[in-house]
């Protein structure tokens, strides 16, 4: 199974501030890594897919990149509404698999 | 304006089966593979399931493979997954979602989920 890993696993940050959160994949993958947030209580949304493709509706401030095995999500200026736990996904391969998360916490 | 709604979560023993169903709205519901992805209290998100559009191609994840089966009814714009031989770790919020290829697998319309609860 291709383990999905990311970092950090939580972080505070300000509204402004521009965030980055990363994922490793355990082999390489290409570029079949997909974004999701979530918020409490929520189903996952998604944002991006094949590693840097903007989900519709998604705001231009949410970027994605990288490929092979490492991946990044970025948020450019982090608006009040960013804050929410996210998952990167491979669909390399099955078991699809999900990082653990990252938690996107007001500082 | 596409929808996802599942049903049949529950209070279930050990051992015990429940059935989930999902019902969607408004896209070509046949022509597009479907998934569950399950999430345990307080835990990241697990995929669990899925199903291509004309129901012959499925596969598992290991943790319940043998013990899930996913299908689909295109009529019914339906899809379902019975559990049997249900454990305490199949606890958690059930999601149903689409899968997208556009070009890679993503999930990307999602229910609001359906909550299982395996305690005795």
């Known amino acids: 199974d291709i383990q999905m890993t990311q970092s950090p696993s939580s972080l505070s940050a300000s509204v402004g501030d521009r965030v980055t959160i990363s994922c490793r994949a355990s082999?390489?993958?290409?570029?079949?890594v997909n974004w999701y947030q979530q918020k409490p209580g929520k189903a996952p949304k998604l944002l991006l897919y094949a590693a840097s493709s903007l989900q519709s509706g998604v705001p231009s401030r949410i970027s994605g990149s990288g490929s092979g095995t490492e991946f990044t999500l970025t948020i450019s200026s982090l608006q009040p509404e960013d804050f929410a736990t996210y998952y990167c996904q491979q669909t390399y391969s099955t078991p699809w698999t999900f990082g653990q998360g990252t938690k996107v916490e007001i500082k | 304006q596409v929808q996802v709604v599942e049903s049949g979560g529950g209070l279930v023993k050990p051992g015990g089966s429940l059935r989930l169903s999902c019902v969607v709205s408004s896209f070509s519901f046949s022509d597009d593979y479907m998934t569950w992805i399950r999430q345990a209290p307080g835990k990241g998100l697990e995929w669990v399931a899925y199903i291509s559009g004309n129901g012959r191609t499925i596969d598992y994840g290991d943790s319940v493979k043998g013990r899930f089966t996913i299908s689909r009814d295109n009529a019914k714009k339906s899809l379902f997954l019975q559990m049997n031989s249900l454990r305490a770790d199949d606890t958690g919020v059930y999601y149903c979602a689409r899968v997208e290829y556009s070009p890679i697998y993503n999930m990307d319309v999602w229910g609001n989920g359906t909550t299982v609860t395996v305690s005795s």
């Open positions: 082999q390489t993958i290409t570029l079949y």
